[in-house]
């Protein structure tokens, strides 16, 4: 996340999509990495604002002392191993590697430290249609990590994407959304599985 876009319309987006997610039950010990590219900038009171917009306690998101510069060591200090929120500037590489994203490895290391770990991520789609762009990413995910099983809940520009190692992580939060939306779920709610 980059400071610039604290507090846009999609923070409070995320926010909902959590709530909702926690009163069915379908996170638990849920914790935020911001994945904060620019964290020089921030202030403690950015980390507050991020976690009132996200419904979360501010002792929810995770701090680091390494930036994303030096990826292994930034990654190294996520001692928490359970339900897990990050956001990336645009997602998940399928590409070059920046600050501004997560890597398919990062993705399965991270599924891999915690025994049946969600592992939310954000994901930008800036130049194609997001169905293309999360195709892509699930693409890429799988030829890297394997077996996973994995959802996303879609809008026009941004999806959420919800991956884990077991299937029914993933189908718990895909039931939820597909109930709560009913008939609009159709295009916005869809699954992936990847056994390899």
Request: aromatic content about 8%.
């Amino acid at each position: 996340m980059n400071l610039q876009f604290l507090g846009d319309a999609l923070d409070h987006w995320k926010g909902a999509l959590f709530a909702s997610l926690r009163e069915a039950k379908a996170i638990r010990n849920f914790a935020v990495d911001p994945m904060a590219s620019d964290i020089e900038r921030w202030h403690q009171e950015d980390f507050n604002l991020l976690a009132r917009l996200l419904q979360i306690a501010p002792s929810q998101v995770i701090g680091h002392q390494e930036s994303l510069k030096h990826r292994p060591a930034y990654f190294g200090e996520i001692a928490h191993a359970r339900d897990l929120f990050l956001d990336p500037d645009t997602g998940v590489a399928t590409g070059r590697i920046t600050e501004a994203h997560i890597s398919p490895i990062e993705i399965g290391q991270l599924l891999d430290g915690a025994n049946d770990r969600l592992l939310i991520i954000y994901q930008h789609a800036r130049s194609m249609a997001v169905a293309r762009r999360v195709n892509q990413v699930m693409n890429t995910v799988k030829d890297v990590i394997g077996a996973f099983s994995a959802c996303s809940y879609e809008s026009g520009t941004v999806a959420m994407l919800f991956l884990s190692r077991v299937r029914v992580r993933t189908s718990q939060v895909a039931e939820h959304f597909e109930a709560l939306l009913g008939r609009h779920a159709a295009g916005r709610i869809r699954r992936f599985e990847s056994r390899r």
